[in-house]
């Protein structure tokens, strides 16, 4: 467990609503994907106003922000750093000027170019406020030399490698983008005459919108008052590689993506399991909340009664919230409480997501067996994590990844469980659904599927900075 997420956006087009109390609700339901910082732009067709900053979606916004963000359109943000710094100059949406105009954009992903680009657009004479991946993005919309924003986002989109889902928005349009690879899902749907674009179909439902459908890989979508226009790939390719962790962890339970709901498909990763890994037990309990729906689907498959044997508290984040190791330790304590009634004598089955680091799943043992566990099986949905994800994942260096340098019997002594088993590559390509090649498996096979710098740091384009200004 403990994988790093990567963003939340939103945008919406609502002439006559209050889209940044929409934006507002939308961001809420988005709040898994990034819990650093949160922001809103909102246009008017005059102007673009903005406001960002650290902290949850509740902690940024009130009722006077939210008046100040008046307009017919707006674009939201939820960010985990991926790129850059956690720290409020990089909270988004960024809004700079174009020759179009004033620019806001929000992005989901990850460049892999991004150190190349940023030096060539500082050579041309771009001055960069950030340290993140997304400003590249914006100075590149800046840099094009088209007539409409979508010459300009296609300008962009031929430099651009990498994962990127963005939702652009000017005075008085509304753009959502795909890369041509699909790493990051994006959606949209309308309800009376409104447009509303969004990582992922739990935001329009929290808004009782309808999906129409998801913005094709490659695929730029722009809404003006003109209505719903779609612009096709500009070099379509057959080439897919969604990220499979938004099946196994990122996106919420009750979202749609690819046409395939999660939480059946997290039940199939659970019976995908029990069939692969079967063990004597009593209980088969989930790691709360993203390994719920799997373990139900181990108890109803091995007939093992399902419990509540760890509790989550509702008030602490997630554990990679703080970039700091330290602090995430403090949080694994903070955040689960085992209830000994339910654990005292039993022989449990464990159901997770993913172990990465291998730093926060020995001490869950260890509450556990505390509780008075007798046995403590462990069972992992995802397949050994052997490769670095380039994609807007920040889960480790290979060398912190423990499966990169340890067998599997090596992870389980190192954290202390009784048996350990992990669901296979092709057992969670069944629990999923989908054509396997649909998927990025990099971080499970190390076949990447654009060329990469193995190990690519967050925190590259400051230091970048200090090289330059040194």
Not at 112 to 132: D, H, K, P
Not at 403 to 414: L, N, Y
Request: charged share 20%.
């Amino acid at each position: 467990m403990s994988l790093h997420e990567s963003c939340g956006v939103f945008g919406i087009y609502a002439p006559g609503e209050d889209v940044a109390r929409l934006t507002y609700f939308a961001l809420h339901a988005l709040q898994h994907r990034g819990q650093e910082s949160a922001g809103i732009a909102s246009g008017d067709g005059q102007s673009i106003r903005l406001h960002a900053d650290m902290g949850l979606v509740a902690q940024v916004f009130d009722e006077e922000t939210l008046e100040r963000l008046a307009g017919s359109i707006a674009i939201g943000h939820n960010r985990y750093s991926t790129t850059g710094s956690s720290c409020v100059i990089n909270a988004q949406p960024i809004v700079g000027p174009s020759a179009l105009g004033e620019v806001a954009l929000g992005h989901n992903g990850n460049l892999t170019n991004a150190a190349y680009l940023r030096a060539e657009l500082e050579g041309q004479g771009y001055v960069f406020r950030t340290s993140s991946d997304s400003e590249v993005i914006a100075h590149l919309l800046a840099s094009a030399p088209g007539k409409t924003m979508v010459e300009n986002v296609r300008f962009a989109m031929a430099r651009l490698q990498g994962a990127y889902s963005l939702v652009i928005m000017t005075k008085d349009q509304l753009l959502g983008v795909r890369d041509p690879l699909g790493v990051r899902p994006l959606c949209f749907g309308t309800l009376n005459g409104s447009w509303v674009i969004a990582s992922e179909s739990c935001a329009l439902d929290q808004l009782g919108i309808q999906v129409s459908r998801e913005i094709v890989p490659g695929e730029i979508v722009l809404i003006d008052e003109s209505g719903f226009h779609s612009f096709p790939p500009a070099n379509p390719s057959a080439e897919r590689a969604l990220c499979i962790f938004e099946y196994i962890y990122f996106a919420r339970p009750d979202s749609t993506i690819g046409g395939r709901r999660l939480y059946p498909a997290r039940l199939a990763m659970g019976a995908g399991l029990s069939r692969e890994h079967p063990v004597d037990a009593d209980l088969v309990i989930g790691v709360p909340d993203s390994a719920t729906a799997a373990a139900v689907g181990y108890s109803q498959a091995s007939g093992i009664p399902f419990g509540e044997g760890l509790l989550k508290s509702r008030y602490v984040g997630r554990t990679f919230i703080q970039p700091d190791q330290r602090l995430r330790d403090v949080g694994v304590r903070l955040k689960f409480n085992p209830i000994p009634e339910v654990l005292s004598g039993k022989r449990v089955v464990v159901v997770d997501d993913s172990i990465v680091r291998g730093t926060t799943t020995p001490r869950i043992v260890a509450l556990l067996r505390k509780a008075g566990a007798r046995e403590v099986h462990l069972r992992i949905c995802a397949p050994p994590i052997r490769y670095p994800c380039i994609f807007g994942i920040d889960m480790a260096t290979r060398r912190e990844l423990i499966a990169a340098t340890r067998s599997i019997p090596e992870i389980c002594q190192w954290i202390g469980a009784d048996s350990l088993g992990y669901l296979s590559l092709d057992g969670l390509i069944e629990a999923v659904g989908l054509p396997r090649e649909n998927f990025c498996l990099a971080c499970f096979t190390g076949d990447y599927p654009v060329p990469v710098q193995l190990e690519m740091d967050k925190l590259a384009l400051e230091r970048w900075d200090d090289r330059t200004e040194g």
